[in-house]
């Protein structure tokens, strides 16, 4: 869903002047989208709802100086990242099966079955591209200890990969 411009500026310009009501509507309105990044960045439902609250307090800490003409959906997307890939970096990955809970729906099981069953990496990478739509030099900026040549190579592989799972 596209967003509306003038509707978020409004809600913006009445959070930097403290107006805590513009700021819950704009929580509203990105909630869904950040912590949907976040779930399929960590794979843990706990974490994602930690990474979505952390993303709002920064995001409310930081109103002030937000640039009205960047896009504020990529700012508090891009800040949502950020967290998601900290925590997940902070402790080593659990291993063992992967429970998508009940009240986790998305459109396409399959393919968020096989996304989540991804090694750590390939999944952060496709997730970033293919649903985030980061571009590689913005991928490279999360994750700086690779080379944009690795991030597509590995965003190639992964892509295969999940094809030939689903037999395309």
């Known amino acids: 869903m596209p967003e509306n411009t003038n509707y978020i500026v409004y809600l913006v310009e009445l959070s930097q002047r403290g107006r805590k009501n513009a700021f819950l509507d ?3 309105v990105n ?5 949907t990044t976040a779930y399929r ?4 439902v706990d974490k994602s709802t930690y990474i979505s609250i952390q ?3 920064t995001v409310w800490d930081n109103i002030k100086s937000f640039d009205l003409r960047l896009s504020f959906t990529n700012w508090v997307k891009g800040i949502s990242v950020k967290i998601s890939l900290h ?3 902070k402790y ?5 099966p992967i429970e998508i809970p009940s009240h986790v729906v998305f459109d396409n099981q399959k393919i968020e079955h096989l996304l989540l069953h991804l090694p750590r990496m ?5 997730v970033l591209h293919d649903f985030e739509r980061y ?3 913005e991928i490279r900026d999360f994750l700086e200890d690779l080379s944009y040549d690795e991030i597509k190579t590995i965003l190639i592989d992964t892509r295969n990969f999940l094809m030939s799972k689903i037999g395309i």
């Open 26 to 28: 704009l929580c509203e």
């Open 31 to 35: 909630l869904k989208s950040v912590f």
């Open 41 to 44: 960045l960590t794979k843990d």
């Open 55 to 57: 993303t709002f307090l």
């Open 87 to 89: 925590e997940l970096f």
């Open 92 to 96: 080593e990955e659990k291993s063992g």
């Open 122 to 126: 390939e999944r952060i990478i496709f």
């Open 135 to 137: 571009n590689y030099h």
